[in-house]
């Protein structure tokens, strides 16, 4: 809808304040759930957060009003989005289980029916992606996979930097959660900057910019050890969220300037579709990486503490 509404003027601020609102909500679950955790158990974390979920799609509903560009006669490719939805799941469950056979068995299943799913698109009259026009536009093609990339590199630094703050770091939930806002506060001061200079100058530049700012975060990130300051933590959360600022919102914009106002909607999924994808892949992967450190030694967390 902000494609929508913002065709040409200030779409870059625009996407830069909707990106705030992602980063504070995105950040905010830390902080929140260092408390329920503390207050209530962890069971809370799980639970509490049901009431806002229903409350927001009630506002959905209710609120967003449709709007629905042209003359929409295209089908809903319903075989190719069911398709789609089991390929995913086969294969982010088979991934985070290896190497059990099971799950091996389950990826498997997975990447197959991404390649059917390929080549259902491709047969199809209404497709769901049409793969042929992402071939034809590299900047948009070149958007969406920045965009898996880096929040791919993002997703997991909350979860990894909480557990290094609590246990390397002796921290209690909150209290970690409380520093790691410090990336959001930047994030949401810089990103509606940064998509307001993107209006104006190529995206492209900004966004790049960005990308560097981010690595030299990683690159602060990549020397802590058990006896660092939290001071350093903060100066990479810094950088982190600088760059993820001045990438973002420039980013979509150069990505939705390349697209057709008739199929910002489709834009817009497909840039959605890769954040989650990223998140997704970059947590499943963590998540091998904990599964298969841990089998080899069950006392790993507690030799390292």
């Not at 979860?159 to 790691?180: E, K, N, R, V, W």
Request: proline share 5%.
């Amino acid at each position: 809808m902000v494609g929508y509404a913002y065709k040409c003027a200030n779409r870059g601020m625009a996407l830069g304040l909707t990106s705030s609102a992602i980063y504070l909500g995105l950040s905010c679950g830390p902080v929140i759930g260092g408390y329920l955790t503390e207050l209530y158990g962890w069971h809370s974390v799980f639970w509490i957060p049901a009431t806002p979920m229903i409350l927001a799609l009630l506002a959905t509903y209710f609120i967003i009003e449709d709007y629905v560009p042209g003359n929409c006669t295209e089908r809903m490719d319903w075989t190719g989005s069911l398709m789609f939805s089991v390929a995913i799941t086969a294969f982010f469950g088979g991934l985070t289980g290896l190497p059990n056979p099971i799950s091996l068995t389950v990826l498997i299943v997975g990447i197959l029916l991404l390649v059917m799913f390929v080549h259902h698109q491709k047969q199809s009259d209404s497709p769901l992606i049409k793969l042929d026009a992402l071939k034809i536009n590299h900047v948009f093609t070149r958007s969406v996979s920045a965009s898996f990339l880096m929040y791919g590199a993002l997703f997991p630094t909350a979860f990894l930097l909480s557990l290094y703050m609590q246990f390397a770091l002796g921290m209690s939930p909150s209290t970690a959660g409380q520093h790691l806002l410090i990336q959001t506060a930047i994030m949401m001061i810089v990103a509606p900057a940064a998509g307001k200079v993107s209006d104006v100058y190529e995206p492209r530049i900004v966004a790049t910019l960005g990308c560097l700012f981010f690595a030299s975060g990683y690159v602060v990130l990549v020397v802590l050890d058990l006896d660092s300051p939290i001071s350093q933590v903060n100066g990479a959360l810094v950088l982190l969220g600088a760059g993820f600022g001045l990438f973002s919102s420039p980013n979509n914009n150069a990505a939705l300037g390349s697209i057709d106002d008739n199929k910002l909607g489709i834009a817009s999924a497909i840039l959605n579709l890769s954040r989650t994808s990223g998140n997704a892949t970059s947590m499943a992967v963590i998540m091998l990486f904990f599964r298969l450190l841990f089998r080899r030694n069950p006392n790993h967390i507690r030799t390292t503490t």
